[in-house]
T-cell receptor
């Protein structure tokens, strides 16, 4: 999602519940999408990626859904745990060996309530 | 993480001074990148390098300079021409472009005092 000023969108979920984090992108030509997790003061960690020829991809406890029609990406985290608390952001751009520029979203802060 | 190391973790600089941030990777990646992150903002690309001895400007290159003399190293110099240098700086590397194996470093927080 988009943020206003310095304030990130925040999502609070109870431990054990599922989390859904949304992201809108603007470039209809993008064919590669990534989700990153960033803990406070640390570098981003790769979570999952998806190509535009897919609309769903699953990893361990995470699922990414891509809706190219409305240019929307979502990250679903199953059975959210306290260690999932972090800022999550998406990125989009061209895919592959010739692609060196991604557009990064501003992020959503996920807080897990024990 | 992932064999890419940034140093130092925290850096303080007086106004008017140049400062160099280090980024080293042992992943044999051809591509390296520098991003700037400000509170509540997405990552913005400063410079990237596809291969040794080559680099291109990103979206916010003004006031920054880089070199790529070795495959493993991509240092970023924040010059006195950068008007608002206080930020969190992230280095990344990938085998080639995005979509090939890519990792970020742990970042350097630069504060101008």
């Amino acid at each position: 999602g988009e943020s206003v000023g310095l304030h990130l969108p925040t999502l609070s979920v109870q431990e054990g519940d599922n989390s859904i984090i949304n992201c809108a992108y603007s470039n209809s030509a993008s064919d590669y999408f990534i989700w990153y997790k960033q803990e406070s003061g640390k570098g981003p960690q790769f979570i999952i990626d998806i190509r535009s020829n897919m609309d769903k991809r699953q990893g361990q406890r995470v699922t990414v859904l891509l809706n190219k029609t409305v240019k929307h990406l979502s990250l679903q985290i199953a059975a959210t745990q306290p260690g999932d608390s972090a800022v999550y952001f998406c990125a989009d751009g061209p895919f592959g060996a010739g692609s060196y520029q991604l557009t990064f979203g501003k992020g959503t802060k996920l807080s897990v309530i024990p | 993480d992932g064999g890419i190391t940034q140093s130092p973790k925290y850096l303080f600089r007086k106004e008017g001074q140049n400062v160099t941030l280090s980024c080293e990777q042992n992943l044999n990646h051809d591509a390296m990148y520098w991003y700037r992150q400000d509170p509540g903002q997405g990552l913005r690309l400063i410079y990237y390098s596809q291969i040794v001895n080559d680099f291109q400007k990103g979206d916010i290159a003004e006031g920054y300079s880089v070199s790529r003399e070795k495959k493993e190293s991509f240092p970023l110099t924040v010059t006195s021409a950068q008007k608002n240098p206080t930020a969190f700086y992230l280095c990344a590397s990938s085998i080639r472009g995005w979509g090939t194996e890519a990792f970020f470093g742990q970042g350097t927080r630069l504060t101008v005092v």
